[in-house]
């Protein structure tokens, strides 16, 4: 098991563990982001509500009746293990600074304001007051 990182942390792709299709070694990746392409964003948003602020072991293999499927889905549970298995990640207590981050790159992908405050659940205004800073 090595040393837990934390998800605000931005480190270089070749660090990550696990496998599949992630960014060149030597890109910069942001955990958050990786996390969300991973196991999606509601199933985020349930991690951190559960386990924000907390360290969290993710098994290799996840076995029947462990928590994890239950907080975020059987597929999302199986996802972060292939990519995180047998690592510990630092989840992070507070989700809005990553929610805000992740809101700022979509829009900047071009996800239209209505897009994203029906996708996390803001008003079109406060979507705009997030992008603008």
């Known amino acids: 098991m090595s040393a837990a990182r934390s998800l605000e942390e931005s480190v270089p792709v070749d660090h990550l563990p696990g496998h599949g299709a992630m960014p060149s ?34 098994p290799q293999q996840v076995p029947q009746g462990h928590n994890l499927p239950l907080v975020i889905g059987c597929g999302a549970a199986k996802a972060l293990a292939e990519v995180f298995g047998g690592d510990r990640i630092d989840v992070p207590a507070m989700v809005a600074q990553t929610t805000h981050a992740q809101i700022r790159r979509l829009r900047t992908e071009g996800v239209t304001t209505v897009e994203l405050a029906r ?15």
């Open 25 to 58: 070694p030597g890109d910069r990746c942001d955990l958050p982001e990786l996390l969300e392409s991973v196991i999606g964003h509601d199933a985020l948003l349930a991690l951190c509500r559960v386990y924000g602020g907390t360290p969290l072991y993710v």
């Open 119 to 133: 996708r996390f659940g803001y008003s079109v205004r406060q979507v705009r007051r997030i992008v603008n800073g």
